[in-house]
Nanobody
C-alpha cells in the first residue's frame, strides 16, 4: 500500500506558476509509475499527466501540453507537477495517484491503486 500527500496548491493569477508536490511512503517509490489528476466543481475527474518509474516516459493531457511538466525524484520519494502559464480553467482539486506497475499503460483510474487527498489550485482571471 502507498500513502500519498499532496501539497503546493494555492491561489494564483492567470499566467502565473505553481509547483505541486506529492510525497509518497509505503511501497518502494521507484517501483511504480505515478499520475496527476484533477477535478473541477461539477465536472468529472480528468487525467493531467503521468510518469513512469524512472521518469523515462511521460504523458500529458492535450489541455496542459507545453505548460505543465511532471517529474519525480526517487531519492526523495516525491512526485512534482510544475504548472506554468496557468489559466482559470486549470482551477480544480489536484490529486496524485500511484500506479500499479512501473509504467502507466493508460490513464484509466483503474490503473492506479492509491490516491492522495488532493490539493486545491485556484487560478484567478
Amino acid at each position: 500500500q502507498v500513502q500519498l500527500v499532496e501539497s503546493g496548491g494555492g491561489l494564483v493569477q492567470a499566467g502565473g506558476s505553481l509547483r505541486l508536490h506529492c510525497a509518497a511512503s509505503g511501497r518502494t517509490f521507484s517501483s511504480y509509475g505515478m499520475g496527476w489528476f484533477r477535478q473541477a466543481p461539477g465536472k468529472e475527474r480528468e487525467s493531467v499527466a503521468a510518469i513512469s518509474w524512472n521518469g523515462g516516459s511521460t504523458y500529458y493531457a492535450d489541455s496542459v501540453k507545453g505548460r505543465f511538466t511532471v517529474s519525480r525524484d526517487n531519492a526523495r520519494n516525491t512526485l512534482y507537477l510544475h504548472m506554468n502559464s496557468l489559466k482559470p480553467e486549470d482551477t480544480a482539486v489536484y490529486y496524485c495517484a500511484a500506479g500499479r506497475y512501473p509504467y502507466i499503460p493508460t490513464m484509466s483510474a483503474s490503473e492506479f491503486g492509491s490516491w492522495g487527498q488532493g490539493t486545491q489550485v485556484t487560478v484567478s482571471s
